[in-house]
């Protein structure tokens, strides 16, 4: 596997096609920041960190409307490659979906949303946009 966030994007977006409630993902500290963004903008209903000696893994519990079934999330796309990185400055921050999205950034204070990065003035690598 040479790409992880593609392998945790992709684990999201083949359980949320089957319909699953929860998924299992190897875990990294990466990935932690990334369900913890999720989960703080809605976009899952909870998740759990198990530690198993060396191994880590992250249960997600994903989120659908009580009524429709449809899922919270209705696209994951990765934007930086590991063969071509997209990296962005605070002037030319992605909007996605007009706002209605998130675009999560691999910044130097960290991992935060576009939003966020606005506020606190800082660019970084686009990992992945959210919707």
């Keep these: 596997m040479t790409d992880p966030i593609a392998d945790y994007l992709t684990r ?24 913890k963004i999720l989960k703080e903008k809605g976009y899952i209903l909870n998740y759990k960190f ?13 989120k659908y409307h009580p009524e429709t079934k449809l899922p919270a999330i209705q696209s994951l796309v990765r934007v930086s490659k590991p063969g071509l990185r997209r990296y962005t400055n605070v002037e030319e921050m992605p909007r996605v979906l ?15 949303t576009d939003k966020e990065a606005r506020q606190k003035n800082v660019g970084g690598e686009v990992l992945c946009y959210v919707y």
Excluded at 15 to 35: Q, W
Excluded at 50 to 62: H, P, R, V
Excluded at 99 to 109: E, R
């Design 50 to 62: 198990e530690q198993d000696g060396a191994k880590s893994n992250i249960k997600i519990a994903l």
């Design 98 to 112: 007009n706002g209605l999205g998130i675009a999560i950034l691999s910044t130097s204070m960290g991992l935060m």
């Design 12 to 35: 999201l977006r083949n359980a949320i096609r089957a319909g699953h409630k929860v998924v299992d993902v190897p875990g990294s500290n990466m990935k932690r920041e990334i369900t």
